[in-house]
């Protein structure tokens, strides 16, 4: 089983729409979680930290839920320029990550 | 900063070569990490260092090696290339502090094994 499983996507939206992501993670002893964004031929950075009573940056909006393993990711007001990949990142003790293969999102004009 | 930085940025082996991928960061981070990214995957952990002269195996250590003489620097070797190696690879660094932790990632280098 994976650590970490995404839906590829790719999720195909119009401007100003609103889309979520889901992120399912296999090890209970996981110690932290991230939002990632990959660009096409770019490396990964970091979008956002995950926290267990949720939280925003703007339009982003990250939820957890450890009962159910469960990490989502809102985005809200899509912009032509959060087209990307979105990769869900679980750390395990001794910064171990394990990463997602990445939901990809299409926002068109 | 310069950040992390990784060379060559592309490279072709054949079968059988040897090379040395660059890594060095310059943000003093203890923890560095190599990645391979295989095309439509998610990033797989090859190794990864906590601090100079200490190394440990991630989910896809086979063929690779790597050290870590300097806080700076953390190079990945593989040796007898196979098609298999082909793919992305990208060094990141963090600094592991009482909050949760960030990478930060350099550009990639892409390997072409023929």
């Known amino acids: 089983r994976k650590e970490v499983e995404q839906d590829p996507g790719p999720f195909n939206v119009p401007e100003g729409a609103t889309v979520a992501f889901n992120c399912t993670y296999s090890n209970s002893a996981s110690q932290s979680f991230f939002w990632y964004r990959q660009d096409c031929r770019k490396e990964p950075k970091l979008l956002m930290s995950?926290?267990?009573s949720g939280n925003e940056d703007g339009r982003f909006t990250a939820q957890l839920n450890r009962a159910s393993q469960y990490i989502s990711l809102l985005i809200r007001d899509s912009k032509l320029s959060d087209s990307a990949t979105y990769l869900c990142v679980v750390k395990h003790n001794f910064n171990k990550f394990y990463f997602g293969s990445g939901t990809k999102l299409n926002v068109k004009p | 900063n310069a950040g992390v930085t990784q060379t060559p940025k592309f490279r072709i082996l054949k079968i059988g070569q040897s090379m040395t991928l660059q890594c060095a960061q310059d943000m003093n981070h203890n923890y560095m990490y190599w990645y391979r990214q295989d095309p439509g995957m998610g990033l797989k952990l090859i190794y990864y260092s906590v601090g100079a002269g200490i190394t440990d195996k991630g989910e896809v250590p086979n063929g690779y090696n790597v050290s870590r003489s300097t806080t700076e620097d953390f190079p990945l070797r593989l040796e007898l290339a196979a098609p298999s190696q082909t793919s992305v690879y990208f060094c990141a660094s963090s600094y592991s502090g009482l909050d949760q932790e960030t990478q930060y990632f350099g550009p990639g280098t892409r390997l072409l094994v023929l």
């Open positions: 995950v926290y267990s």
